[in-house]
């Protein structure tokens, strides 16, 4: 192994910890935030007189939320999940699509403030009318949420480009990990002979630890 490889593995085995914790904490912030309402309705400022506004009116009944925000964050959090226990092209793979699903959040969050700050003002108009002296209900983007998932949106994309940059230096899982396939296994090794994890990969391939390979069905009368 050259000098450049050996400070690539180096820099991978660094890196993959923090990076992989990030993204999962991102990713999981991204859809608690997608998931909360984004949007604030108040009643009028000025001359308007409470008593003239219709009633049973719950401010907080206006407040929106964003669906395709909550369902683009799972899909960022889903590729977190495959991209941890999967190894080579299909890991870099991963890390292109929670490049695209942050990129996707934050996208959404930006354009929350034109589309949902204007749906709950329609909604507002529509449930109060006019109303003398009443101007328009105030109604701002969430001084929490909404701020939580831009903010969050930057970092997940951020960390989801050195995901790409870095995940062909980070180490794999071996494959002694994966799912044994038909024809592994200690074929022709005597019971007695087998350990308990050979058992149970024999077992998981669908064979008989128990019979002689020797052995065959006899033939029926």
Known sequence: MTQRETAGASRGRRTFGPVALLGLATA???????????????????????????????????????????????????????????????????????????????????????????????????????????????VWMSDTWWHTALATGVVALLVAVLAVVLAPHWPEMGSRYDAPTQGEGPAGVPLEQQSSIDLWKSLDAGHDP????????????
Request: charged share 20%; hydrophobic share 50%.
């Open 28 to 138: 999981g912030l991204a859809a608690v935030a997608g998931n909360k309402t984004w949007t604030e309705a108040h009643r009028p400022t000025g001359s308007c007189n409470p008593a003239d506004l219709p009633a049973g009116i719950v401010w907080s009944d206006f407040a929106q939320r964003s669906p395709l925000a909550g369902a683009v964050a799972l899909v960022l959090l889903a590729a977190w999940g495959v991209l941890l226990v999967t190894r080579g092209p299909v890991r870099r793979a991963m890390a292109v699509v929670a490049v695209l699903a942050a990129a996707g959040y934050l996208a959404t969050a930006v354009e929350a403030a034109w589309s949902l700050r204007d749906l709950t003002e329609r909604k507002v108009a529509e449930r109060i009318g006019h109303v003398a002296g009443c101007g328009q209900a105030r």
């Open 210 to 221: 128990t019979r002689d390979p020797d052995d065959h069905d006899s033939p029926q009368a």
